[in-house]
Nanobody, 115 residues
Framework: QVQLVESGGGLVQAGGSLRVSCLASGRIFITNVMGWYRQAPGKQREWVAEITYGGSTNYAESIKGRFTISRDNAKNTVYLQMNSLKPEDTAVYYC?????????WGQGTQVTVSS
């Protein structure tokens, strides 16, 4: 079992920056992939970014060049640095851990970007 707790969401103006964090606890294995997803009102949850234990990253086209995912394995924490935020980035951001064939989710943190 893996537990994920997000933090760092909030309200920011368009063009601003925000960093969200995800603390993982439980049975953590080095083969996991940590990621961020988001869900805007009335829309399906969408994948945003992911990072392997070794630090390899992948990003959705919609946020490439603006968001950066990173992780601190010693702290079991993954981050999503969001720059040049747009109103369309407004969503609940969910942390995800894919490990040994299972998906684990956090409770989500709200990010609101005002125009």
């Amino acid at each position: 079992q893996v537990q994920l707790v997000e933090s760092g969401g909030g309200l920011v103006q368009a063009g601003g920056s925000l960093r969200v964090s995800c603390l993982a606890s439980g049975r953590i294995f080095i083969t996991n992939v940590m990621g961020w997803y988001r869900q805007a009102p009335g829309k399906q949850r969408e994948w945003v970014a992911e990072i392997t234990y070794g630090g390899s990253t992948n990003y959705a086209e919609s946020i490439k060049g603006r968001f950066t995912i990173s992780r601190d394995n010693a702290k079991n924490t993954v981050y999503l640095q969001m720059n040049s935020l747009k109103p369309e980035d407004t969503a609940v951001y969910y942390c995800n851990c894919f490990q040994l064939g299972y998906n684990y989710w956090g409770q989500g943190t709200q990010v609101t970007v005002s125009s």
